[in-house]
């Protein structure tokens, strides 16, 4: 049984930065394939970002160039970086991994972003 909490997330100004936090237990060892995913309000769950194994990563181009995926083994936590934040990018945040096909999701940490 895999375990994502995710951590980070607050209220910040247009333009400002934040690095949302996914710990993983009992640890990031294995699995392949992690996302990130955000829901707005009233919208469908949409892709962020994703890392398959150290450093392959790919981005939704609303947040190519100002989000960034990375993995930390040692800590057992998938971060993403975002920076130059927009109130578009309000959301909800969401961890996600597939384990052998199994889906797993946390709870979500919530962005606001003021215009």
């Known amino acids: 049984q895999v375990q994502l909490v995710e951590s980070g997330g607050r209220y910040v100004q247009t333009g400002g930065s934040l690095r949302l936090s996914c710990a993983v237990s009992p640890s990031t060892f294995n699995i392949n394939l992690f996302k990130w995913y955000r829901q707005a309000p009233g919208s469908q769950r949409e892709w962020v970002a994703q890392i398959a194994g150290t450093s392959i990563t790919s981005y939704a181009d609303s947040v190519k160039g100002r989000f960034t995926i990375s993995r930390d083994n040692a800590k057992n936590t998938i971060n993403l970086q975002m920076n130059s934040l927009k109130p578009e990018d309000t959301a909800v945040y969401y961890c996600?991994?597939?384990?052998?096909?199994?889906?797993?999701w946390g709870q979500g940490t919530e962005v606001t972003v003021s215009s």
């Open positions: 996600h991994a597939n384990v052998w096909g199994s889906q797993y």
